[in-house]
């Protein structure tokens, strides 16, 4: 049961790896002064820590928890409102547009 709860984090650290790898090779370093790929790098740590650490529940937790949670919530409302319209419907898939909204609810549901 408790490598079954492991799952979802890992993938979560595993794909945020892979995107940040991705946004930052090669010789991308500056991009670290946007809010994205900062609220990422958050949600990275928070996931190997909840992965690595596996702390107990706390209230100093829930606050960290609740943090990460509203750095990237702000990214993806970001995007959502202000980004997301003005996309070309033909480049951007229906796909890439329902993930976020799944992904929230699998982060909700745990």
Avoid: C
């Amino acid at each position: 049961m408790q490598a079954r709860r492991l799952i979802l984090p890992s993938l979560i650290v595993l794909t945020e790896l892979l995107g940040l790898t991705f946004n930052l090779y090669p010789n991308k370093w500056h991009q670290l002064t946007y809010y994205t790929l900062l609220s990422n790098i958050l949600v990275l740590a928070f996931f190997a820590w909840l992965v690595l650490g596996r702390p107990a529940p706390s209230a100093s937790l829930t606050r960290v928890k609740g943090a990460v949670t509203t750095a990237i919530l702000l990214t993806f409302f970001v995007y959502l409102v202000l980004l997301m319209p003005t996309a070309d419907a033909r480049a951007v898939s229906g796909g890439s547009r329902t993930l976020p909204f799944i992904l929230l609810r699998l982060f909700w549901s745990s």
